[in-house]
């Protein structure tokens, strides 16, 4: 008896929907591949930016991308392509922009070739040369070759030797520019080490570069805003040394911590996104020098070892400029959240006094009103009582009263009477 296999859990599964992000978020995985770069081969790598970031012009880039494609005979990218790589005539060119960068990479064997192309990328670069090196792969079969290579070219405190990828290979670069300014970098290969794999080693050197000139541009901002820095620092101290002052004026003294938080803002707005960049080219950096897998060459000092004499010092600068500015803000913001506190209890206590002021100065309008009130009612009175005086003029021949009497009987109602109006008025006010 046979029996049936039970279909497979996908087949029976409802299909799915992709997201719409989803090819790209893969495709991205594989967008940039390394160079394959045979043994005896010349390269020469360039980043450019242009000298403010908000000047980058990316349409001009494209446009000089393009006339390099075009005049090797090759199709163009697609528009909004952010990196290619293909043959112009003898050479091959890598071609990828960044957010904040463009980078050519270009190899062949021979160095001429290279370095016509190089002259002409320069000579029509949209923006400024930030790094750039130059490269010789050359195979070697012992440690002598290497030792020989670099005797009768690279020397000084600054040179840099390692073997790389399990000694698979030795890189070598003392970081000084040539005359033509670009860094000088040697790759020795072993015999077996395939082209893939040395375009890896070149790439990483390429990045390692590129990234450590962009990172060392935290450090210029950093030392620029030095002085800056320091008058903030004083002008701050200063204003929050005189809030305890018994006689300080606080209103002025919270304008001046005003004006000095919204300058540290400004500072901050100015070197935030680069002291942000720097951080993260600093990271990019130091992994892909352990991507290398690094091992010591003769006692020569490592790309690492380098790095962290020259590269880390400049890093931690940095980040102490970064910090310190961050904690000038807070203190700033602080300071003034204390001192409008006192501003505002000052305020209040003025806003007492003058409802005690008032409340005072109503009591005594209403003492005053009713001591007019009482006068009002007898000068209305002497002036009622002298006209009823004269509408009883007649009766007094009837009643044989006097004008002395028929006045004494007639105030006190004329009193009461305008006393009662005048209560009325005052109360149908109220």
């Given amino acids: 008896m046979t029996e049936t296999p039970p279909a497979s859990a996908s087949a029976d599964a409802p299909r799915a929907v992709d997201h719409p992000l989803r090819a ?28 403010r970031r908000s000047d980058r012009d990316h349409a001009a880039e494209r446009a000089q991308l393009d006339g390099l494609i075009r005049g090797g005979c090759q199709s163009p990218p697609a528009e909004g392509a952010t ?3 293909g043959r112009l005539g003898p050479l091959t060119l890598k071609w990828e922009s960044h957010t904040e960068v463009v980078t050519y ?35 070697v079969t012992d440690d002598q070759q290497v030792r020989d290579a670099l005797a009768a070219g690279q020397s000084g405190d600054s040179l840099a030797v390692a073997r790389v990828i399990d ?3 030795v890189i070598a670069g003392d970081f000084h520019p040539d005359p ?7 790759v020795f290969i072993r015999p077996g080490t395939g082209p893939g794999r040395t375009g890896r080693i ?13 990172a060392m541009l935290g450090l210029i901002r950093a030392r620029e805003m030095g002085p800056d820095l320091a008058q903030a620092e004083a002008r701050l101290s200063s204003q929050i040394a005189g809030i305890g002052l018994p006689d300080s004026d606080a209103q002025a003294t919270l304008q001046a911590l005003l004006d000095s938080a919204a300058t540290l803002e400004q500072l901050h707005a100015r070197a935030s996104f680069r002291f942000s960049a720097t951080q993260a080219y600093e990271r990019i950096v130091n992994a892909r020098i352990q991507v290398l897998r690094e091992a010591r060459f003769e006692g020569r000092q490592t790309f690492g070892e380098f790095m962290m004499r020259r590269f880390d010092p400049a890093m931690r600068t940095v980040e102490a400029t970064d910090r310190r500015l961050a904690q000038l803000t807070e203190r700033a913001g602080r300071a003034g959240e204390l001192l409008r506190t006192r501003v505002e209890v000052e305020l209040s206590r003025q806003n007492r006094e003058l409802l005690l002021s008032m409340d005072r100065r109503s009591d005594e309008a209403l003492r005053l009103q009713h001591t007019v009130e009482g006068l009002s009612v007898v000068a209305i009175s002497y002036y009622a009582t002298s006209l009823a005086l004269y509408v009883a003029a007649p009766l007094e021949s009837y009643t044989g009263l006097g004008k002395t009497t028929l006045a004494a009987l007639l105030t006190p109602v004329v009193v009461l009477l305008t006393w009662l109006a005048l209560r009325r008025i005052r109360n149908s006010l109220h």
Avoid: K, N
């Fill in 24 to 51: 790209a978020t893969v495709d991205e995985l594989h967008a940039r591949p390394f160079p394959a770069i045979p043994p005896g081969s010349f390269a020469w790598f360039v980043a450019l930016r242009p000298l």
């Fill in 83 to 85: 990196h290619w790589s």
């Fill in 105 to 139: 990479l270009i190899w062949g064997a021979e160095e001429r070739d290279v370095s016509d192309l190089a002259a002409r990328i320069l000579a029509e670069a949209v923006g400024a040369r930030i790094a750039s090196a130059r490269f010789r792969v050359t195979e």
């Fill in 167 to 169: 000694d698979q290979a």
């Fill in 180 to 186: 033509g300014g670009d860094m000088r970098f040697s």
């Fill in 202 to 214: 070149l790439q990483r050197l390429c990045e390692i570069e590129a990234y450590r000139a962009m």
